[in-house]
């Protein structure tokens, strides 16, 4: 098992512009958090997944919008980019009531 | 609102000295309280629950519901403690994972 797994590794963007974020869970895992890592702080959380449906949201504008999918893996998107995006997302899995496992992270960075 | 709180961004011992990351937390309730670690090149992994009560590598860490606190210890340092450490809370347990609340995290630094 590979465990969680995030593409792309890294994605250079214009502001306005859309972006997709993909994230594979770990083997038996059925739920997906995301979370933005800006520079110098701590992991943020965006929002959760779970049977398809976005069960909890963090204080992000609706910009960023999410999905899963019946495989249980995910996508992230943002729509007009702007410069503070820039960041480290990051993607977890879980299966409750165990821990949340991290990806790699996909290093935006809007110009 | 829940918050946690790491107030130092750089912790520099020397190896064999104790360690002692602190982190301080705000909630309305009872939260499970953790710590992740993030060595160089690696992802961001759980290194203990409050809720477990374990010691791995050698790190224990107690909850303090008086003083809102979830300081991380090590009596010996070692060179590969050299890490950043992120304090997280999170709330009670429902039928789903509950989110993450970080702190900025504390680097650490184990110097010869």
């Known amino acids: 098992d590979a465990g969680v797994t995030q593409s792309p590794t890294h994605l250079i963007k214009t502001r306005g512009q859309q972006v997709t974020l993909r994230c594979s869970p770990k083997s038996g895992h059925d739920t997906v958090s995301w979370y933005q890592q800006a520079l110098g702080q701590g992991p943020q959380f965006i929002f959760q997944?779970?049977?398809?449906?976005?069960?909890q949201r963090g204080n992000f504008p609706d910009r960023f919008s999410g999905h899963q999918f019946p495989n249980y893996s995910s996508e992230l998107n943002v729509n007009a980019l702007l410069l503070g995006d820039s960041a480290l997302y990051l993607c977890a899995s879980s299966l409750f009531p165990y821990e949340q496992y991290f990806g790699p992270g996909t290093r935006l960075t809007v110009t | 609102a829940q918050r946690v709180t790491q107030p130092e961004k750089l912790l520099s011992v020397f190896k064999g000295a104790p360690v002692e990351l602190k982190c301080n937390y705000s909630?309305?309730?009872?939260?499970?309280l953790f710590w992740y670690v993030q060595y160089s090149r690696q992802r961001l992994q759980l290194l203990l629950r409050?809720?477990s009560r374990e010691s791995i590598k050698g790190f224990t860490a107690d909850l303090n519901k008086g003083e809102t606190s979830f300081h991380l210890k090590k009596p010996f340092a070692q060179e590969e403690d050299s890490a950043m450490y992120y304090c997280?809370?999170?709330?009670?347990?429902?039928?789903?994972?509950?989110?993450?609340?970080f702190g900025t995290g504390t680097r650490l630094q184990v110097t010869l």
């Open positions: 909630y309305s309730g009872s939260p499970e």
């Open positions: 997280a809370l999170s709330g009670p347990r429902t039928g789903t994972a509950s989110k993450l609340t």
């Open positions: 409050h809720i």
């Open positions: 997944y779970y049977e398809e449906e976005e069960r």
